[in-house]
Structure formats: C-alpha cells, structure tokens
C-alpha cells in the first residue's frame, strides 16, 4: 500500500506540475491576445476568460500539491470537486470558441483600416507589420491608389530599395494566421482537458488510498490494544494491608 500510495503521489505531483505550466500558458495566450483584440468583441471576451481560468487553474494546482503533501482526504477530495469544475468550465469554452467570429472581426477591422489607409496609414502599417504582410491583396495595391509602398511592406525597411516587399497580402496572411491559430488553439486545449482529467482522476484514487491506508493503520492499532493482557488486580491482598495498618 505504501509503495503503491508514493507512486499516485509522485504521479499526480507530476501532472499538477504540467497543469501549472499549462495555466501559466493560457495566462501568457490570453494577454498575447489582448493586444490584438479588439475591445468589446467575442474574441477580446475570449481571452479575458481564458486569463481568469488560467489564474484559477494555477491557484487549484498550488491546493492540489498541498494536498499530496499533506495527505488529507478532505483536502484531495475538494481538489478533485474544483478540478472537475475546471474541467467542465474548459470543455464550455472549447465549445463556445469560434474562430470564424474571431476571423470576421479581424477581417473587418482589415477592410476598415485598408479603406482609411489614405487618411490614416498607421492601423494597416500596424497590420502590416505584425502579419509581415503587404496592402490587401499585394503590393501592387497601393499603385492602383497612387500611394507609395510604406516601409512596414519590407523585412528590413532601412533596405527597402534594395529588397522587394512582401509578396502576400494582408488577407492572405490573415487567413493563414487564423488557420493556424485555431488548429493550435484546438490542439492545447484538448491537451489541457486531457492533462485535467487525468489529475481528477489521481486525485480521486489517491483520496481511496489514503483512506484505506488510514483504515489499515486503525485496524492495526485496535489488534495490537487487543493482543495486550489485561491487567489482574488482587483486591484481597491489597485490602489486607490496609486492615494490617
């Protein structure tokens, strides 16, 4: 039993650690996001959530380890309750990811800041330079408006007279990048719901263990109190020497 109990406890300490990791990765994600969200859309709301629940996931996962520690049922067992809530929470907002609503936001946000780009090339300057990408569709876009390719079309625009500008544009790069943040997205997620389960269910059997560790450990207590003699008291003698006094 005790081989076994070190074991579950080295186990689940193992995966509470990858779980912290995991939080503290959906935290970084999350405020990554924020920076190219925009505010009061789904995807902003997206990542706020996701940065509560990798707050939570990392404070649970603190309580967890202080449960295998200090080996207490009632302590592993309201860890498992609030890994389970957690596990339910991530599944939901699995669920409710939409990386299509995300794409539809950023692509409006693209066309409203290529059709202000005479006025206020700064917004498509910032795209341009955060997706390495060149105008809406390529860079021969910008002659047909008779403006001049921004250095943000170029890798090195100190060298731009040099180098030719990128040959993708925004829209292009827009797509690739929502095709592969979600398929990434997708991938840490079931990662994460996996990697959660799986300590619910440590923590769950190391709950039983440590009980029925705890039943052996009084069983034995009560044999060891039986197997004692009991004591003999000779009430004649000693009422004797009292008489005697």
Request: charged share 15%.
């Amino acid at each position: 039993m005790g081989a076994w109990l070190s074991t579950i406890k080295c186990l689940s300490f193992m995966f509470n650690i990858l779980c912290l990791i995991l939080g503290l990765g959906i935290i970084s994600v999350g405020i990554t996001g924020l920076e190219y969200a925009r505010p009061s859309t789904d995807e902003h709301s997206y990542f706020i959530v996701a940065i509560i629940l990798g707050s939570l996931l990392g404070m649970v996962t603190f309580f967890g380890c202080y449960g295998i520690v200090c080996e207490q049922i009632g302590v592993n067992l309201i860890y498992a309750f609030f890994m389970s809530m957690l596990f339910i929470m991530q599944i939901l907002q699995m669920r409710a990811y939409r990386p299509i609503a995300f794409f539809q936001n950023s692509l409006e946000n693209l066309q409203n800041s290529w059709q202000m780009v005479e006025s206020q090339p700064n917004y498509m300057e910032t795209l341009e330079s955060n997706y390495h990408c060149c105008a809406l569709y390529n860079s021969h876009d910008y002659k047909y408006k008779g403006m001049a390719t921004p250095k943000s079309c170029y890798y090195d625009a100190s060298a731009r007279e040099n180098t030719e500008p990128y040959t993708r544009g925004c829209l292009e790069a827009l797509q690739a990048f929502y095709k592969s943040a979600a398929h990434r997205n997708y991938l840490f997620n079931v990662t994460l719901i996996i990697v959660e389960g799986i300590v619910f269910v440590y923590a769950i059997v190391m709950s039983i263990m440590i009980y029925l560790k705890n039943r052996t450990e009084i069983r034995f207590m009560e044999q060891e109190i039986e197997a004692l003699p009991e004591p003999r008291l000779n009430h004649v003698t000693s009422r004797t020497h009292l008489l005697s006094n």
